[in-house]
C-alpha cells in the first residue's frame, strides 16, 4: 500500500511538472502590488493557457515594448476593435464604465492629521498600503487606498490625479500629443492589440505606459487562488 500510495503521488508529481513544461499550468506568486487589492501582495494562483482571457480577467503576458522578458499579471481591459477611453482616471470601453463595481485602489491627497485619526492604523494591517510626504502641500499626505475603505470614511476624499504626457506610450500618445495619463482616448484598439492594467490604477506600469499586448504574447488565464 505504501509503495502504491507513493507512486500516485510520483505520478501526480510528474504530471504537474509536464503540465507547466507544456505551458497548460502555471503558478505565480504574486510579487508586487500594482493589482491590489484584488491580487494580494505575496498570494499564490495557478494559470493556464488552455482558456483565453476575457474582458477583466487576470491574465498573464509578455508586453511588447523593448523591455519585454518577464511574464506580467494585469487584468484585461479592452481587446481588438474596442473602443477604449479613460475620463479623470476611470475606463470606459465601448462607451461602458467598465472600472464600476471592481473595488480598485486608488492614490488621494489627504490632510495629516486626518490621515492619522481615520487611516494610518489600516497601514499597521496591511503592508500593501502606501503613503509618503507630500511636499508641496504642508501637512498633507499621498496615500493610496481602496475604494470600498474610502466609501466609509466619514468626510468624502477625492482622488489625486496625474496630468502628465512624459510616460504614455507611443501608443496612445502618437494618437493626440495633449492626452495625459488621466485623460485619453477614444482609442480603437487595432487588430491584434489589447489594453491591460493593474488594479492599483495610480501605481501600475501597464499598457498606459508600455503600450498594447501582442495578441501572441498572451500565455493565459489566472484560474484559481490557493
Not at 502590488?33 to 494562483?45: D, M, Q
Not at 503576458?61 to 479623470?88: M, Q, W
Not at 470601453?93 to 467598465?98: F, G, L, R
Not at 480598485?104 to 498600503?129: C, G
Request: proline fraction near 4%.
Amino acid at each position: 500500500m505504501k509503495k502504491i500510495g507513493r507512486n500516485i503521488l510520483i505520478g501526480i508529481a510528474v504530471s504537474l511538472v509536464l503540465l507547466k513544461l507544456f505551458g497548460v499550468l502555471n503558478f505565480f506568486n504574486i510579487p508586487s502590488t500594482s493589482n491590489e487589492p484584488n491580487l494580494k501582495l505575496g498570494s499564490h494562483f495557478i494559470g493556464t493557457n488552455l482558456i483565453k482571457p476575457k474582458a477583466l480577467d487576470f491574465a498573464y503576458f509578455k508586453f511588447s515594448d523593448s523591455l519585454k522578458g518577464y511574464t506580467i499579471v494585469k487584468r484585461l481591459i479592452a481587446l481588438p476593435n474596442d473602443k477604449l477611453e479613460c475620463k479623470n482616471g476611470v475606463y470606459f470601453v465601448n462607451d461602458i464604465n467598465v472600472d464600476k463595481g471592481l473595488n480598485l485602489r486608488y492614490k488621494y491627497l489627504v490632510d495629516k492629521v486626518f490621515f492619522n485619526t481615520y487611516i494610518k492604523n489600516k497601514f499597521n494591517e496591511d503592508e500593501s498600503f502606501l503613503f509618503y510626504e507630500n511636499y508641496k502641500i504642508k501637512d498633507s499626505v499621498f496615500v493610496f487606498l481602496d475604494e470600498d475603505f474610502v466609501e466609509k470614511l466619514p468626510i468624502k476624499i477625492n482622488r489625486s490625479l496625474q496630468y502628465k504626457s512624459d510616460n504614455l506610450s507611443k501608443d496612445i500618445l502618437k494618437r493626440n500629443p495633449n492626452w495625459n495619463e488621466s485623460n485619453f482616448g477614444p482609442i480603437v484598439l487595432p487588430k491584434g492589440k489589447y489594453f491591460f492594467s493593474g488594479d492599483n490604477r495610480d501605481n501600475s506600469y501597464d499598457s498606459r505606459y508600455r503600450g498594447f499586448v501582442d495578441e501572441e504574447n498572451i500565455k493565459g488565464a489566472l484560474l484559481i487562488q490557493f
